[in-house]
């Protein structure tokens, strides 16, 4: 019976690992298709030179005429990932090596398909906050499921490696030295505008991975453990910390439970602990920093 048991369990982590690895790769395909619509619709033909190597391919296409952004950004994409695997080996990560070339195949395509020769409306600002939110949004969704697009990132790994210089400030540098070109290849109109969407990129990618990691975390004190106790484990899959704590007013003994979950289950959970115990006291908080199992691993 216990072989039977143990054979059910790891079948069944075998597939919720299956369906989260699917789920992984579609992300990544969807993150990065994201990020290439934004490059191409809306960075392309308004020269915003806002780092990265689609910000460099934006300066290096106006040196380069006779070589589009799109062939641009898969040279040095293929160039970066042969430079990753000389200093960096498999650190570079198969994710890695699968958005870099769908980024540099994408752009290819929709330069065949669907040719741009100027920008599509006569309003930089609008299309500098698509420029802004598409790419960083995919961005967001790639970096959330531990991908990259390569490029930039690459060399900014192997600047750690060999000069101890950290991650951050690497790609911060690059990116700042990519906007600085812009304003000498192209105009300063350009170049602040590609300042301006650095700037704001920074900022957005954080807040988007804030939110999408964001979960709720509640504690619950109550008279009527054992049916919430069970619903957490049962319905909504979760583990749940439980101690005894007495009231300070009252003098009485109350159960209080720590569980945490996502927003899409933190409705349901808030909802069914009044229905079971109506005097219960319910703590609501949100974070995006829970490491753990079940949540995001540390290393």
């Avoid at 039977?4 to 790891?10: D, F, Q």
């Avoid at 003098?251 to 079971?276: I, P, Y």
Wanted: charged content about 15%; aromatic content about 10%.
């Amino acid at each position: 019976m216990e072989n039977k048991e143990t054979v059910t369990a790891v079948n069944a982590k075998a597939r919720r690992t299956a369906k989260e690895t699917a789920a992984d790769w579609a992300l990544l395909t969807l993150g990065t298709l994201v990020l290439t619509v934004g490059v191409y619709f809306f960075k392309y033909p308004n020269n915003f030179a806002m780092g990265g190597v689609s910000g460099l391919s934006v300066v290096l296409g106006k040196v380069i005429p006779f070589l589009s952004p799109a062939r641009i950004v898969t040279i040095l994409n293929v160039l970066y990932l042969i430079i990753g695997f000389i200093f960096l080996g498999h650190k570079i990560g198969i994710r890695t090596v699968y958005c870099s070339l769908l980024f540099s195949g994408a752009l290819s395509l929709l330069e065949v398909v669907m040719p741009l020769s100027a920008p599509l409306t006569d309003q930089p600002f609008l299309e500098l906050c698509f420029a802004i939110l598409l790419p960083g949004a995919g961005s967001a969704i790639v970096f959330n499921r531990d991908g990259s697009t390569g490029g930039s990132d690459i060399l900014a790994l192997i600047l750690k490696k060999y000069l101890r210089i950290e991650v951050g400030r690497a790609l911060l540098l690059a990116d700042f030295l990519v906007v600085i070109a812009a304003f000498f290849t192209f105009d300063v109109r350009t170049g602040l505008y590609s300042l301006l969407g650095l700037l704001a990129k920074a900022f957005l990618v954080d807040s988007i991975i804030e939110s999408i990691n964001t979960s709720k975390f509640f504690i619950i004190v109550t008279s009527k453990p054992e049916p919430i106790v069970a619903y957490i484990e049962s319905t909504l899959h979760r583990g749940a910390t439980e101690w005894e704590g007495i009231g300070c007013y009252t003098g009485e003994k109350r159960t209080l439970l720590l569980v945490v979950m996502n927003r899409a289950q933190a409705m349901h959970m808030r909802s069914f602990v009044h229905t079971v115990d109506e005097h219960a006291f319910v703590l609501i908080s949100s974070s995006s920093d829970i490491i753990g199992k079940g949540f995001r691993q540390t290393g």
